[in-house]
Each structure stands twice: as structure tokens, then as C-alpha cells.
């Protein structure tokens, strides 16, 4: 071969490389900038083993990976560890999804596939990469999104983009909690513009008595979902303005107002710009509730109807979704303030004053009461539902008076209890025993009790070793956050070296992870320190703990909880053996649940209204310690997971708490413990394995945000659609 062919061919093979490296460099960036990736383990792997360090360090964020590599660079860690084939397979599975047409919903749901569900939420917990979400409410959103997907539900999302998110939280050397805000780089999120039909993008105006509110809309990708996230840093508005929506549940009530202005009447001119029409519009909570506001206007405008008659059909069209029986949990606001923002709209719809606070009052004829979100909400739909059996019993007593001529039972508030997406809480280490016991393709069959009842057929030893290897992550990665917290705090080498070795892997390891509201008891065990370190000293039977959780920038009371249980460090009793992670979110919680033994749960009944995380806790193996409210109020059998107390309480908090205390303790020494170190010859704990399964196969299924979308689907979003083919309740 001559010297010029030689080099002909030199340069052909470094073209056909490089065109390789660009092709592989693409399909990284397709499968980052769709949040399908975030519940598929598979994929995960790949964005880690391209730097596990960088990844850690970012949040797991692969959007920010790939901007730190060149195509070059990425075809040259892909060779090194053989990660083409797997890049090559992910983006192929990716676009066969996004292609598929033949799911659930085409057959169940085919009203929506041309005029879709308005999904608006004021958060979405979608990944801990993406700082748009403070808690349970987020999350839930999150998981309804990725099971609209999954089910090929016609839904797009509404909500607000925060460029600082929900704080950072650290605990100072006295234990108490300082937030931390830092600002988030839209360049390192898997967003982009939205456009128009022209291909301009949108930015949408809302008019207040004291000039107008402008925000841009981003556009994000979940599965086959599209997430619309308003954004008021735009040029046009006040400095102030422009600040609206930097943080999630920040500033005052004149700021919280603003907000769910934007996300209401701001989400719908947003739906319009975008040429998309709905079929339904779904408010999950009462943040949203000024949206069927403006789509009356909308109809007012274009159908020329009068007030009345286009409230009634916009209701017909409009779910309404109440998550809390706390009453601090529904934003209200004074008339001033409601003039102040809605009075434009109020001109519009040709109403007075007084109609308007009307609507968001319970006795609408009562100057002093303020204008409440859920009431106009209520008012605002014609499917209302709670998200448990008993939040629903609670919430039509709650609200009874806005239906005086009704008997409670006949208050038109229903349930749908929470469920949580299995794909993206299910340990990789689960998922593939599951594959090995369960149906084939089973992922595609996760709602049904026939599916789950296979994990009986595992091994116990199996199903054991498998919940061992979770638990032992979990204690590494606890041990990893908790020293660094120590190094942050500048203590002793002793002192960081001791956290390096907090945990013991044979013991039993209850964890406790939410927002620590005080109904949330975090302190609840040490009402009774002594019998507290009675348990976790025992030397044949010891139990320790986790506690993870933050409490809101202006909670003093929930602060001083963390307080209390992060300092318990420095008692020689508790000492190594009760932690307290700090900065919980979704990456904390996925760790905390997937490894415990034991997830605690111990509300003041009936104050949580569903409860979600003990659900995530069911998939890997975990059992329940909960009172019986919420969710776990209609889950528990008494084989499947542990009950605290017997469903009552006390009208005296203080009488409920002792006595709460005393069912806690009881059950824990009494059944919890002894249980768990009952082992057979092999080391086996046969009943609690048997229990692990039970709690598997009546739970899994049952408390899955498939079976929950599917159930908003077929009572709320298809009727409200206008789909039914037979309907003969009606009276």
C-alpha cells in the first residue's frame, strides 16, 4: 500500500471515529434531556461509569456530566469501558417508547388522545438533580407524571420553574438548621423553550391592579410527558418581579399570592400560546386554583357566554385535588390582596367584589372570612378527591358547610389514595430478583395482584440476602454523609473517624424520613428517653436509628425537633447508634428507604393525609411501623408490616401523645423486635422474611401511582372528558 492510500485510509478511520464519537456523544445527550432515564437503572449505569466521581459530586445531574466532555472524550471513556453497545441499546429502547402506541390508555383513555389532561402542581419531585420540589407533594406530582407516561396517559404537566429551588440544608454545631439557597444553571437542566405553533417562544402576561407580571415558559421532557415550567426572570418585570419565582415556598404571603397567580391564570395563557386545548384540568392542591378563573374568561370570550353558564362548564371539566387536613395547609389570602392581584380579571369576568371573594369563601356572604384556595378550588370543579379513605372522611367533615343541604356522606368529596412510581423507587438489586421470580415483562403488568403474589415462591434466604446487601449501601452511604458533616463542622479527628463507623449492619435499623412538622412527632420515642436507651443498648437485641427530614425556613418548632435528635450525638447513650443525615431529598430518601428494616411513621392521627414514603419502603423489602392514618389506615392486615395503637385519638393532643408513645414502645419491644431476632438454624428470621413478603404481595400492587393514574383516569379524567359511554348514577 502506498503512502498515500496508507494515509487516505488513516484519515477515513479517524473520520468514521469521530462520526462515531459525535453519534454516541447525541444519543448521550438524547437519553439526558428526557427524564425517561431517571427510573431506568440501566441507564443511570451508564451516565455513572462515565465518571462515578464527577457524577456523585454532581447531583447526579447528566446534563452537567456531558458538558464537561467532548465527543472525543466520551468515545474514548466509552471504549475504555465498553459502553457503546449499552449507549446504542438505551437510545434505541428510548425512541421504541416514545413510539409505542399501544398502551393502557389507547384502549382505557381515548377521549384524552386528542384533547389532553392540564396537570398543574406547584412543585415536581422528578429527581434530585432538579431542585423544583420541597417534599411529598413534589414527589407525588412527579410520580404521577412518570406513570402518565408509562401508561400513555395524554397529560402534560404545569408548574414553576425555581432557579434557587427549595433550600440546602445544614445543621450548625449547636444542631440547628441554617438553609442555604444556591442559584441553579438552567444551561446544566434538561430544559429548553417553549414554543409556539410559529416556533417563537412563549412568554405569557398576567395583569394585576398594579401593572403586569411577565414570565417565560421551559419546556421539559418526561417520558411521553411535557412539563411546562413558568419562569418570571424576564426582562418587563420589577427587580422584585423578576426574583417571583426563585424559590420554592419563599417569602410572604403577598410573594406566595403571586406565584399561584402565575402558576394559575399564567399556566392556562401558557396552554393557549402553546395551541394546546385540554380536556381536562387537574388542580393538585389548592396552589393552582385561580387557573379555572381564566379558563372562564377564555370561554366568556370565545363562546360568549355569561358568567354563570361558563363556570358550569368549566367546572364539569376541572378535577380538584386536596392533600392536607391541616388547616395551615390551605393558603388564604385577605380581600386587599385578592383585589389587588385579581382585579383585572375580576373586570373580565364581569363580576363584583364580592362574587369573587365569594367563590373563595365558605360563607360567602361574610366580610371577615379571607378568600381560601381549596374552597375556590372546591367550588371550581365537579370532581373533588381526597388521597386516602380516611383523608376523605376528614375532608368532607372539614368542609361540610359548603354543602349545609347535605348529609356528610353525601359531601362530593371522594379518595384516591396515593401511590408512588415503582420503576423509580425500586432498588436495581429488587428489580432484578424480580426478574428472575416474577411473570416475564412483568414491569409492564405492575398493577396487578396476580404479578406480586410470586414473590412467595422466592427463597427466603434470597429474598434476605438481597435486603442485606440494601441495608449495607445504606449504612455506607450514611456513614459518608454523616462524617462529612462532621469535617464540615470542624470537629475532631476522633470525632469524623467515629462517624466513619456509626451503624452496626445486624442490627435492626428503623429509619424516619419526612418534613418535620410537629404533627409528624419526630420526638415522639424520646417522651421516654430511659426506655428509648433501653432499647438501643440491649445487648442481646439492640435497635438503632435513622433520622433524616427538614422543617420549613419558619418553623421554630419543627427546627428545634431536628435539634433534638441530631444533638442526641452527644449523649454517650445514643451516641452512633441514632443519626441524623442532614439535606434530605429525593437521593436520601432512596438510600433510607431501599436499606432500612423498618420504616417509622407516627403522625398525630388523622393529620397525614396519606403518606407515601412507607409505600416506597414496601417495594424493597422493608416493613411498616405506622399509626393507623392515611394510607396505612386501609393497607394494614396485620401480616403485612406493624400498627401503632388502634386507630383512635385522643381530642386532647397531650392525652393522644402519651399514649401514642406507650403503642410505639409496646410495639417495637413486644413484636418488632422480637420478631426480627428470632432466627433459625440457617440465621434466618422466618417470620419477619414471610412478613416482608406479605407485606410485597398485598401492598406493592395496591399502592402504585399506575394503579393511582389509572384510577384518576377511569372516575375523574374520562368522565370530566366527556368519555363516558355509560353513566346512569346521575340523578
Not at 363580576?351 to 360563607?363: A, F, K, N, P, T
Request: charged share 25%; proline share 5%.
Amino acid at each position: 500500500m502506498s503512502t498515500i492510500e496508507t494515509g487516505v485510509l488513516a484519515e477515513s478511520t479517524q473520520m468514521a471515529g469521530e462520526l462515531s464519537g459525535q453519534a454516541l456523544y447525541d444519543k448521550c445527550w438524547a437519553l439526558a434531556k428526557n427524564l425517561w432515564w431517571t427510573w431506568h437503572p440501566e441507564v443511570i449505569s451508564i451516565f455513572r461509569d462515565l465518571d462515578p466521581i464527577r457524577w456523585r459530586q454532581l447531583d447526579h445531574n447528566p446534563v452537567a456530566l456531558l458538558r464537561e466532555f467532548t465527543a472525543e472524550r466520551l468515545a474514548s471513556r466509552a471504549a475504555e469501558m465498553v459502553l457503546s453497545s449499552r449507549i446504542n441499546y438505551a437510545h434505541r429502547r428510548l425512541k421504541e417508547y416514545m413510539a409505542n402506541t399501544k398502551t393502557w390508555a389507547a384502549t382505557h383513555a381515548g377521549v384524552l388522545g386528542g384533547n389532553p389532561v392540564a396537570y398543574f402542581s406547584a412543585e415536581f419531585g422528578l429527581h434530585e438533580s432538579i431542585p423544583i420540589y420541597s417534599g411529598g407533594l413534589g414527589v407525588l406530582s412527579g410520580d404521577h407524571v412518570k406513570s402518565a407516561s408509562g401508561l400513555g396517559v395524554n397529560l402534560v404537566g404545569i408548574g414553576l420553574f425555581y432557579d434557587q429551588g427549595y433550600f440546602k440544608q445544614q445543621l450548625d454545631d449547636k444542631g440547628f438548621q441554617k438553609e442555604e439557597y444556591l442559584d441553579t444553571k438552567v444551561e446544566n437542566m434538561p430544559i429548553e423553550p417553549a414554543l409556539s405553533p410559529e416556533g417563537k417562544p412563549i412568554t405569557v402576561r398576567v395583569d394585576t391592579r398594579n401593572g403586569a407580571l411577565f414570565a417565560k415558559v421551559w419546556k421539559m421532557q418526561v417520558g411521553r410527558v411535557r412539563l411546562f415550567l413558568l419562569d418570571c426572570d424576564v426582562d418587563g418585570n420589577s427587580p422584585e418581579d423578576r426574583e417571583l419565582t426563585s424559590r420554592l415556598y419563599g417569602g410572604d404571603e403577598r410573594t406566595r399570592i403571586r406565584q399561584e397567580l402565575v402558576l394559575g391564570v399564567g399556566g392556562v395563557k401558557a396552554l393557549r400560546a402553546l395551541g394546546i386545548h385540554p380536556g381536562v384540568y387537574h388542580l393538585n392542591e389548592g396552589h393552582s386554583a385561580f387557573g379555572p378563573l381564566e379558563v372562564i374568561r377564555e370561554r366568556m370570550h370565545d363562546d360568549g357566554l355569561p358568567f354563570d353558564e361558563a363556570l358550569r362548564d368549566v367546572a364539569t371539566q376541572t378535577v380538584f385535588t386536596t392533600h392536607t387536613p391541616v388547616p395551615a395547609g390551605h393558603d388564604r389570602f385577605g380581600g386587599e390582596m385578592v383585589e389587588e392581584h385579581l382585579g383585572p380579571l375580576r373586570d373580565a369576568l364581569g363580576i363584583s367584589y364580592d362574587q369573587l371573594m365569594g367563590l373563595g369563601r365558605v360563607e360567602p356572604q361574610n366580610p371577615q372570612e379571607p378568600f381560601c384556595m381549596t374552597v375556590v378550588g372546591l367550588k371550581l370543579s365537579r370532581k373533588a378527591n381526597a388521597v386516602s379513605q380516611l383523608h376523605g372522611h376528614i375532608s368532607r367533615r372539614m368542609w361540610a358547610q359548603l354543602w349545609p343541604w347535605r348529609v356528610e356522606e353525601e359531601i362530593p368529596i371522594g379518595h384516591i389514595t396515593n401511590g408512588v412510581h415503582i420503576p423509580t423507587w425500586l432498588a436495581s438489586q429488587m428489580m432484578q430478583l424480580y426478574d428472575r421470580h416474577f411473570v416475564a415483562q412483568w414491569i409492564y403488568r405492575m398493577g396487578e395482584p396476580e404479578v406480586w403474589q410470586a414473590i412467595h415462591n422466592v427463597d427466603p434466604g434470597e429474598l434476605w440476602e438481597t435486603h442485606n446487601a440494601l441495608k449495607n449501601l445504606l449504612l455506607a452511604f450514611v456513614r459518608r454523609r454523616v462524617s462529612r458533616q462532621c469535617r464540615r463542622r470542624g470537629e475532631s479527628d476522633e470525632t469524623v473517624e467515629a462517624a466513619r463507623n456509626v451503624l452496626d449492619p445486624n442490627v435492626l435499623t428503623i429509619g424516619f424520613g419526612r418534613r418535620f412538622a410537629t404533627y409528624k412527632r419526630a420526638t415522639l420515642l424520646l417522651n421516654d428517653a430511659e426506655r428509648l436507651s433501653a432499647l438501643v443498648n440491649d445487648k442481646e437485641r439492640p435497635v438503632q436509628f435513622v433520622f433524616a427530614g427538614k422543617a420549613h425556613p419558619k418553623d421554630e418548632p419543627g427546627k428545634r425537633f431536628i435539634q433534638t435528635i441530631a444533638n442526641l450525638r452527644h449523649d454517650p447513650r445514643f451516641a452512633g447508634k441514632i443519626v441524623y443525615v442532614e439535606d434530605y431529598d429525593m437521593n436520601v430518601c432512596r438510600h433510607m428507604i431501599q436499606g432500612v428494616d423498618v420504616w417509622l411513621n407516627n403522625p398525630r392521627r388523622p393529620l397525614e393525609a396519606s403518606g407515601t414514603s412507607g409505600q416506597k419502603t414496601v417495594l424493597n423489602g422493608g416493613l411498616n411501623l405506622s399509626i393507623l392514618d392515611g394510607w396505612w389506615a386501609e393497607a394494614y392486615d396485620g401480616t403485612n408490616g406493624f400498627a401503632i395503637g388502634h386507630g383512635k385519638s385522643h381530642h386532647d393532643d397531650a392525652v393522644t401523645d402519651k399514649r401514642d408513645c406507650e403503642f410505639l414502645f409496646k410495639a417495637i419491644e413486644d413484636e418488632v423486635v422480637p420478631m426480627y431476632y428470632d432466627r433459625d438454624v440457617d440465621g434466618l428470621p422466618r417470620q419477619w422474611i414471610k412478613r416482608m413478603m406479605n407485606s410485597i404481595s398485598t401492598l406493592a400492587w395496591r399502592f402504585s401511582a399506575h394503579r393511582m393514574v389509572m384510577d384518576y383516569a377511569r372516575y375523574s379524567y374520562v368522565p370530566s372528558a366527556g368519555g363516558l359511554s355509560c353513566d346512569m348514577t346521575s340523578k
